[in-house]
């Protein structure tokens, strides 16, 4: 239920708080449904013996496969295998990668510096780039202007990521051979102008998915009681299109960075695929096709409880940020 | 109950309009005059119709062999022979977007209609239950949502054999969630809108409310999204054949057909990489413009223009 909210108060307050811990209840209910729903996945696809050779490869001899069994508990119950599961989860452990020998939590630790820099500078630079143009599109509502934005984010919020990151490599690194195709591999971030064509295409989706939102975040705020007084106070058309509705356009961008975690995250897979860019998206398919089902489930766990936590920043952000709106 | 009777019950200065749904014309009607109105609505039906004859009448026409494969005729360029050239196996580019136009139409429309008819039963089970179970069943759709669909779907394909049967399924599994949750809230929505509590106030049963009030009004979300999730469908099957999780060779698809591209890029066969992913694009475009005039169309709210 949606109450106005009349100014700061006790009350308000205590129903502030009562809402966030309805909403943390609520996150960690659904992350404990994702920690079951991933062990349960991994059950329905290998389990036991068949989970021992799929991680012992082919030459494995019946002896090590028992040995194996017995070592990881896969001859246990199913509800004590899951307690296991989640008692590691909660220690920190995601598991260990036995195809690569190494533990996923030092895996991830090395490839999300990696995820950090290209999906924080495509959002970043994607935020930059739509609420400017969100609100010139708000304020020139009809023109051809605003017609034209609107095309052009919607074809880009129709193609595949993958082909945009295709085109840029066909445009930019074959036809006019500025940028490299590839980005740079290892630790060290190399060349940087090797970043410039996986960010660009992480930036160009982002902004697409934000675009529109920007736009109709801006129009409703144009159409509030509080600009049609600070026009009346003899605010001019810059104040009340930079102070006022920049405003609650940036508040609106917290709500939907927390809730667009999921996109990115698909995005980050396909771009880094592309662009054979090493990071936790590249991992994951890697793990995919070479069957390394620990490495996949540690990064679904994460990515699932990285996706809750955003949604439970953006619902608290948003009551916190806008104060007309408390949850009761 | 007649129109008179309504107003004697309520009152005179009661407008039955405003209690009643709001009727219209016909459909077909509608339609016509949606598409002719808006310029979107027409270029989206254009769009749907050109891919779905493209794809299905289009081979019978232009004829290609799409079993065989001939490196003697691999990677040519455009010609009057081959319109679009040929890819490293020597299948004609044209005739493979047609092939492939086949499996994605198949595979979207088939996803469509399987995740909406069970997340609307989901979605209004859980409405009109409520209680512990609607908690539960809700839950269950936060928590698969939870984890980005992508990932769910690449670990399922990694398990199955991929065919046209397989793919539906793991697609399914994850397109489900977003009917199931747009169709409860909907359902609860139409519950308290006052031409239903008026009924409820003459004393109408739950299954006749349902029936008469809640499945009308609903069925325009649930068409509309139905209308999304082929877009949402297309896009994600692309990433998955892209990906090599995709229908095996020789079978077609366009996503595969860009994995394909991406290996022969440097090679400059630019005409590996266009057509295909302008082929991804405008079917995706097509169902999201009809999706949106659709809804112009069946969301009684946003009649009143």
Redesign the interface.
């Given at each position: 239920m949606l109450r106005r909210y009349a100014g700061p108060s006790h009350a308000g307050e205590r129903l502030m708080l009562a809402y966030v811990s309805r909403r943390l209840y609520?996150a960690i209910?659904?992350?404990l449904?994702?920690t079951?729903?991933?062990f349960l996945?991994q059950h329905?696809?290998?389990s036991g013996t068949t989970l021992a050779r799929a991680m012992l490869g082919p030459r494995a001899n019946s002896l090590s496969i028992d040995a194996f069994v017995r070592q990881y508990g896969l001859n246990q119950s199913l509800p004590d295998q899951y307690w296991k599961f989640l008692w590691q989860l909660a220690h920190g452990n995601l598991g260990y990668s036995y195809k690569l020998h190494r533990s996923v939590d030092s895996i991830l630790a090395r490839d999300l510096p990696h995820d950090l820099l290209l999906v924080g500078v495509g959002l970043v630079v994607a935020i930059a780039i739509a609420i400017p143009l969100g609100i010139t599109q708000a304020y020139r509502r009809g023109t051809l202007f605003d017609h034209g934005a609107t095309a052009v984010s919607?074809?880009l919020?129709?193609?595949?990521s993958?082909?945009l990151g295709?085109?840029l490599?066909?445009l930019l690194a074959?036809n006019w051979s500025i940028f490299p195709?590839e980005a740079p591999q290892g630790t060290s971030l190399g060349d940087p102008r090797a970043l410039v064509l996986p960010i660009a295409t992480m930036t160009l989706v982002t902004y697409a998915l934000f675009s529109r939102y920007m736009r109709s975040s801006a129009i409703d705020t144009l159409a509030c009681d509080f600009i049609r007084t600070a026009r009346a106070k003899g605010a001019s058309n810059l104040r009340v299109l930079l102070w006022h509705t920049l405003r609650n356009s940036l508040a609106a961008v917290v709500t939907l960075v927390g809730l667009s975690?999921?996109?990115l995250?698909?995005w980050g897979?396909?771009v880094e695929?592309?662009f054979n860019y090493p990071g936790t998206g590249l991992t994951?398919?890697n793990a995919?096709?070479t069957?390394d089902y620990p490495l996949?489930l540690g990064?679904?766990v994460l990515?699932?409880v990285a996706?809750?936590v955003g949604?439970l920043m953006a619902d608290i952000g948003y009551a916190v940020l806008d104060p007309r709106i408390r949850y009761d | 109950m007649t129109d008179a009777a309504v107003s004697k019950v309520l009152g005179g200065d009661v407008v039955v309009a405003d209690l009643l749904p709001p009727s219209g014309g016909g459909l077909v009607r509608r339609i016509a005059a949606e598409v002719r109105a808006d310029k979107s609505a027409l270029i989206g039906l254009t769009l749907v119709v050109f891919v779905l004859l493209f794809s299905f009448v289009g081979p019978l026409v232009y004829r290609t062999d799409q079993v065989h494969t001939n490196v003697v005729i691999a990677n040519l360029a455009p010609s009057s022979q081959h319109l679009l050239g040929t890819d490293d196996l020597g299948y004609d580019i044209v005739g493979r977007l047609m092939a492939g136009g086949q499996s994605t139409m198949e595979i979207a429309l088939a996803v469509a209609l399987l995740a909406t008819t069970v997340g609307a039963i989901w979605g209004s089970l859980a409405a009109l239950t409520g209680g512990a179970l609607d908690s539960v069943m809700m839950r269950a759709v936060d928590v698969l949502l939870g984890i980005p669909g992508l990932f769910i779907v690449i670990f399922l394909a990694t398990a199955v054999k991929p065919d046209v049967w397989t793919l539906i399924g793991v697609i399914a599994v994850i397109s489900w969630l977003v009917p199931a949750r747009l169709v409860r809230g909907e359902s609860l929505a139409i519950r308290t809108l006052s031409f239903v509590e008026a009924s409820r106030g003459f004393g109408a049963r739950k299954d006749w409310m349902l029936r008469r009030h809640i499945v009308p009004n609903a069925i325009g979300v649930i068409v509309v999204n139905a209308t999304f999730q082929v877009a949402t469908a297309v896009l994600l099957l692309a990433y998955l054949s892209f990906l090599g999780f995709g229908l095996p060779p020789p079978t077609a698809s366009w996503g595969g057909m860009l994995s394909t591209g991406l290996n022969n890029m440097f090679n400059g066969y630019w005409w590996e990489i266009y057509p295909a992913g302008i082929m991804v694009v405008i079917t995706v475009i097509g169902f999201n413009l009809l999706g949106d005039a659709l809804r112009n169309i069946l969301d009684p709210r946003l009649q009143e223009r």
């Open positions: 609520h209910i659904v992350v449904g994702i079951l729903v991933t996945l329905a696809i290998a919607f074809f919020y129709s193609m595949p993958f082909w295709l085109l490599i066909q074959v195709a975690l999921p996109a995250f698909t897979v396909v695929y592309v994951f398919y995919a096709v069957d996949e990064i679904i990515v699932g996706v809750v949604n | -």
